[in-house]
């Protein structure tokens, strides 16, 4: 087999074929043409020896054909992918080629997606627009905690957990990404309980609440709990798209057609292959095939937090989520995009962050985001109330351009999570 009929340096795709950014680091004894080649053959339609290839089959190999300080760009025809098929599309551009022998490391860094693709998918369903509109919400980030402890608590213990959140002034409770339906904490009575408290919220503070109850399981058994979370009244839920597997988010999003719930999406397991910044796939791509498919929200780290988040890396999955057009940007290693008429994905900030905090994520993310506190409502000295109403404190302070210092001179809570936790960034 010769790799090399896969490259083409100087080759002018057409807006039509799908477009990959790849870091390719070579094994010993290849070189840089000849890794590129193989990853190029094996994620289209080489082999490794020789076999009878038509013409017509030869239309269908990529191509390499640009090439920048370790990086490649490979072009893919459009015909090589199943419309509307993430799981093929994924397991053609990021599938077998991390394992191979020619390259030492190899990572898939993002995505040129062209209209062909694009059109072929739904996309959020209500986005960040129709987040904000059940919200009734318009010119602030949205909050969210987590109870904690974040597993082990009773439907009881959890939602009344959830009340405090909610009337301390936080908009959305959520579930843990490891939170489902165990022993100590069956799934519809815990959305029976918390619904009920978040009805009790609304009428105390006049303000629309949320609950996301965690879905993620067998495809079947998350679809039943999705109709519950419907039929008791609920607006959201949250599957840990990663775990859960791209058909079966593929399988909730066509049922939510008709079942019309918020999608949120969390990440877990994503590390497992977008951290080594030599090897795997990088985040982006998952938020690039989570918009495509069709959630309404996305966790992608904090920058501030305890996750690892470089700037970098955030700011471009920021741009991937909430722009319609972004033009190639090297610098973030983005390629272009033009989502069309799929609606913008609201970026979630989470992970290590409490009030101190909030002013560099706003300055980061902006109004539009979910920032999402745990610990640092949970673990305020005066109690979950007191730690809800410091996190809506400290928007208000940034929101009206005052230091959080000086806010905190007339705002107890606030002042008393900056006695506990100041500026700190967790380690």
Not at 83 to 96: E, H, K, R, V, W
């Amino acid at each position: 087999m010769n790799y090399l009929e896969f490259v083409e340096w100087g080759y002018k795709p057409s807006p039509d074929e799908l477009i990959c950014l790849f870091r390719v680091e070579p094994s010993h004894g290849f070189s840089f043409d000849e890794a590129v080649g193989r990853v190029a053959s094996e994620s289209s339609n080489g082999t490794w020896t020789e076999v009878f290839v038509s013409e017509e089959v030869r239309k269908l190999s990529a191509k390499a054909y640009e090439k920048t300080n370790g990086y490649v760009k490979i072009a893919y025809p459009v015909n090589l992918f199943e419309p509307g098929n993430m799981p093929q599309i994924l397991s053609s551009i990021a599938g077998n080629i991390f394992g191979m022998k020619a390259v030492a490391n190899l990572r898939l860094e993002d995505v040129y997606w062209p209209p062909k693709i694009v059109e072929t998918f739904k996309g959020p369903k209500h986005g960040i627009n129709g987040v904000r509109e059940t919200l009734k919400v318009k010119n602030r980030p949205l909050t969210a905690t987590v109870p904690k402890p974040k597993v082990g608590m009773t439907p009881d213990e959890h939602s009344w957990a959830a009340y405090e959140i909610w009337v301390g002034g936080v908009d959305i409770v959520k579930d843990d990404e490891n939170l489902t339906s165990q022993r100590f904490n069956r799934f519809k009575e815990r959305v029976e309980k918390t619904l009920r408290m978040r009805e009790k919220a609304e009428g105390e503070t006049g303000e629309r609440k949320c609950y996301m109850p965690n879905i993620s399981a067998e495809t079947g058994e998350m679809i039943k709990r999705a109709e519950a979370v419907r039929d008791l009244g609920g607006e959201y839920v949250m599957i840990d798209i990663l775990t859960c597997g791209w058909a079966s988010l593929q399988t909730i999003r066509e049922r939510n057609e008709e079942l019309n719930l918020i999608l949120h999406a969390h990440r877990a397991f994503h590390a497992a292959f977008t951290r080594n910044p030599k090897h795997g796939m990088s985040m982006k791509v998952v938020a690039e095939a989570a918009r495509l498919v069709g959630v309404d929200q996305l966790h992608v780290g904090t920058v501030v937090g305890k996750l690892e988040s470089p700037l970098k890396d955030v700011a471009a999955l920021i741009k991937i989520l909430r722009e319609e057009k972004i033009n190639e940007n090297m610098d973030l290693k983005l390629l272009n995009k033009n989502w069309q008429k799929l609606k913008p994905v609201l970026p979630v900030s989470s992970g290590g962050l409490h009030p101190g905090l909030i002013p560099e994520v706003m300055k980061i993310f902006g109004v539009n985001v979910l920032i999402q506190v745990g610990g640092g409502v949970l673990g305020h000295p005066d109690g979950v109330r007191s730690g809800a109403a410091a996190v809506r404190q400290a928007i208000e302070a940034v929101s009206k351009g005052i230091s959080l210092k000086e806010y905190a001179v007339n705002h107890k809570e606030l002042s008393r999570a900056l006695e506990k936790w100041g500026y700190i960034k967790p380690k």
